[in-house]
């Protein structure tokens, strides 16, 4: 210790006497000091920066680097205590008139202002990562120093980009360890969506979210957004770009419920993602909003009822002063007792003329009822950072002290400064320019109900980035436990209620409709219009109808109505065997109640026997029952649940089964071939009269039922695959009831209308039984009308001779219209 002074004072001495002008100048280290007064927002409109007490922003960052300059060049240790034992011939200075700018947020003035400016010694920049970057690009070209004491952007950070570039604070990289830390610290493991705005440190933002989340096994989803006033926005069209509420909808869509934002540092993006919550309804206490390394002031989050409910309950993440963390903030008690002096040089230095924006003037007694914002210890010791690289640079350096070397020495220190403890990462290779994660602090801010906000957890990096409590975290549900569950619950699609109440109406409707035609056969079995249509095959296509459309009941349930996946399998499996069974049963009946006619009007004295008739269906009847049974044996549909979604997780369930196809086509072939014999049949007894073979009412009844089907079975393909649980089920509900519907219509109600119709007029009273004097004109009046009722009588008559004979014999057509 006893040679080290006079070895500096005689290397100061060979300066002084080899380099007198460069001696002189070197004693004395300029410093520009570039803080936010004002911003231009997308639209070119300026405007104020407010910090947290409502002030203007910069003339707390200016107050703190003119504070930084005085305690430097006082040597005063009550923030710095190697200020103490600091011993070199440097001074800093941050002239009164031409040091302090307003960097403008938002613009290139910064940059075009230390363009045209002199060159300094060194410069401190407290502004957004486009400022920083731009006045860091300027410091490389003309080789000095320049500390950011605000920026995260990974240009800032690393030694390739900018050599000359020395941030107090902490990058990018160790804010998103501390805020992975601090979402498991609130129990936020899985489903974590980030919302960054796009530009150069958002896509930075977006590149490391997703590498933190996927090496610690989180599912997460990221989506970028542009500023709704931005340039871009206007020279594309609405549909080029996305705005926060695009951005938002697929947030939602994915059901994540913890959803990180990053805005650029102006944050002036924040009323448009408030207005794109509230308009998705995503500020109902069921969402966690955590805000990445930026705070709004109170302005921001208080400016209407939207930003209020995005802001209360939300978590704001970043950096602070490790001395305000601890609750032993010499910076503070420093700021507390500045005098009239430091007040008349800021008024001075001011570069914001009055009664424009930005403008502040500050009261004699400024400093003792202010506290200074979160950013302005970071720009005390970037300015402290200059001060003492200076020193180390002139006690290191036998030459002139050069801009590198100045820079260099600033990454060699290693000093206790307001922000707490201050080294930088130059060991680490190919990253020289940063703050070491050990000496970083973070907070997490609880903005509450009332407006105010408080600091509930903090994380030191001596500690790991480890999150400890302060004061309980009060969530948007106004509750301190994070809202649960932190997915929303995938969509399984199930059917509801109300479209099951309406399938199983329906299929009630139909079943009612088939009975009470079946009761209306039997209560007029004797009447010529049944005893005509054969009253047995009536009954089978009535049974027919109720087995198809009991198939709405095996599939109107699924496991939102409580039912076990083998009560699915079964349900599943039931619904061909009805469809199938129940279809070929009534056209099987249809087609031999045809043929029966058509044997009956044949010219020959051949005799039919019941059974031969009915051959045919029997045939396919059985040939659908066995090829049930080999499917409900090989191969049976099981109810499986499919994922349609992989973000969300939404699903559908249906029956399913590996083989379908190959039983599916065999049996519809078989229910064609009733349809088409049917249809066969109809043409073959077109003349019959109406009362016996139903010609056109079954070709109408055909007809509507293939447009239906051609319609049907696309429909039924795509929406087995595709849709809704209870789209779908409507849909098929409305499909299955095409069949036996249009069946029971066209065949019952044209016998219906008839046999009304003939009870109406048999009810009229008989004119030719009145007495009157006008008898042989009442003869001829009453002639035709008898003869032709005999007539029908005698036609009737003779095919329902037929069941009750059990056989056919006919010697000449027994009816034919005309």
């Not at 109408?700 to 849709?723: F, K, N, S, T």
């Amino acid at each position: 210790m006893v040679m080290k002074r006079p070895a500096v004072f005689l290397r100061y001495i060979t300066l002084v006497f080899l380099l007198p002008t460069a001696t002189s100048s070197s004693s004395v280290c300029d410093v520009f000091l570039f803080v936010p007064f004002t911003e231009i927002d997308g639209g070119g409109n300026r405007s104020t920066v407010y910090g947290l007490e409502s002030e203007v922003e910069g003339f707390y960052h200016m107050a703190a680097g003119l504070m930084a300059e005085e305690q430097f060049n006082a040597r005063d240790p009550s923030v710095v205590p190697n200020l103490a034992s600091l011993d070199c011939n440097i001074t800093l200075r941050i002239s009164d008139t031409a040091a302090v700018f307003d960097s403008v947020l938002g613009s290139h003035v910064a940059g075009q202002t230390l363009k045209a400016a002199r060159t300094p010694c060194a410069v401190v920049v407290s502004a957004d990562d486009e400022v920083a970057l731009e006045l860091s690009t300027l410091a490389l070209s003309n080789q000095y120093p320049i500390v950011p004491s605000k920026g995260s952007n990974v240009r800032l950070s690393y030694d390739y980009f900018n050599s000359f570039t020395s941030s107090v604070f902490p990058d990018m990289e160790t804010s998103a360890s501390a805020l992975m830390n601090f979402l498991l610290h609130k129990g936020r493991n899985q489903y974590i969506a980030l919302l960054y705005e796009l530009g150069d440190t958002g896509n930075q933002r977006q590149e490391i979210f997703d590498i933190s989340t996927s090496s610690l096994g989180i599912e997460s989803f990221s989506t970028g957004y542009v500023n709704a006033i931005d340039p871009v926005v206007e020279m594309n069209s609405v549909d080029e770009v996305q705005l926060p509420l695009d951005a938002l909808k697929l947030i939602k869509e994915t059901g994540y419920r913890t959803i990180v934002v990053a805005m650029n540092q102006q944050a002036d993006t924040f009323q448009q993602i408030a207005d794109a919550v509230d308009h998705l309804g995503l500020n109902n206490g069921n969402y966690f909003f955590v805000f990445w390394d930026v705070f709004v002031p109170p302005e921001k989050w208080n400016a209407n009822i939207n930003a209020s409910k995005l802001s209360v309950g939300s978590g704001w993440m970043r950096a602070v002063s490790q001395q305000g963390s601890e609750g032993n903030w010499t910076f503070l008690d420093s700021w507390r007792s500045q005098g009239e002096d430091l007040v008349n040089r800021l008024n001075k230095a001011n570069p914001i003329e009055e009664n424009e924006a930005g403008y502040m003037f500050a009261e004699l007694d400024f400093f003792n009822v202010t506290a200074p914002d979160l950013d302005a210890a970071f720009v005390y010791d970037a300015v402290m950072s200059m001060g003492l690289g200076a020193c180390n640079a002139s006690f290191n350096q036998s030459g002139p002290v050069t801009g590198e070397s100045r820079r260099n020495a600033i990454l060699g220190l290693n000093f206790e400064g307001a922000t707490g403890h201050v080294a930088f990462d130059s060991n680490a290779e190919g990253k020289r320019n940063t703050r070491q994660v050990e000496t970083s602090t973070f907070a997490a801010l609880n903005i509450l109900e009332n407006g105010e906000w408080v600091v509930t957890d903090f994380a030191l990096g001596r500690r790991n980035l480890t999150w400890e409590v302060l004061a309980p975290f009060i969530y948007a549900d106004g509750r301190d436990t994070p809202p649960l569950p932190l997915k929303n619950p995938p969509n399984r699609n199930y059917i509801d209620q109300g479209a099951r109440a309406y399938g199983l109406a329906m299929m009630s409707f139909v079943i009612v409709f088939a009975v009470s035609c079946m009761v209306w056969v039997f209560v007029n079995r004797k009447h010529r219009i049944v005893t005509s249509s054969q009253a047995q095959f009536l009954y089978l296509i009535c049974i027919g109808s109720i087995i198809s459309i009991s198939a709405i009941f095996a599939l109107s349930f699924d496991e939102g109505a409580g039912w076990s996946e083998q009560m699915l399998d079964r349900s599943c499996m039931a619904v061909p065997w009805l469809l199938y069974v129940g279809h070929i049963l009534t056209f099987s009946a249809l087609f031999t109640k045809l043929w029966r006619v058509h044997k009956v009007l044949q010219f020959t004295r051949r005799r039919f026997e019941l059974k031969q008739l009915v051959k045919p269906m029997i045939t396919l009847i059985a040939l659908t029952l066995i090829l049930m049974a080999l499917w409900t044996a090989i191969s049976p549909l099981r109810w499986v649940r499919t994922t349609v979604n992989e973000v969300t997780g939404d699903s559908v369930g249906k029956c399913d089964s590996p083989y379908m196809g190959a039983f599916v086509i065999p049996l519809t072939v078989i229910a064609t071939v009733p349809m088409i014999g049917t249809a066969f049949m109809a043409f073959k007894t077109r003349d019959v009269d109406e009362a016996f073979a139903e010609s056109w009412w079954i070709f109408l009844m055909i007809l509507c039922q293939l447009e239906a089907m051609l319609v049907a079975a696309p429909v039924a393909i795509i929406l087995r695959e595709q849709a809704t649980g209870s789209t779908r089920y409507i849909v098929f509900v409305l499909l299955l009831m095409i069949v036996p519907l249009s069946t029971l219509s066209f065949m019952f109600m044209p016998k219906v209308i008839t046999w009304y119709r003939l009870n109406s007029s048999d009810r009229q009273p008989d004119r030719g039984n009145e007495p009157h004097s006008g008898d042989n004109k009442d003869r001829s009046t009453k002639r035709p009308v008898q003869e032709n009722r005999e007539r029908q009588h005698a036609d009737s008559t003779a095919v329902h001779s037929i069941p009750a004979q059990n056989s056919t014999e006919e010697s000449k057509p027994i009816a034919s219209k005309g």
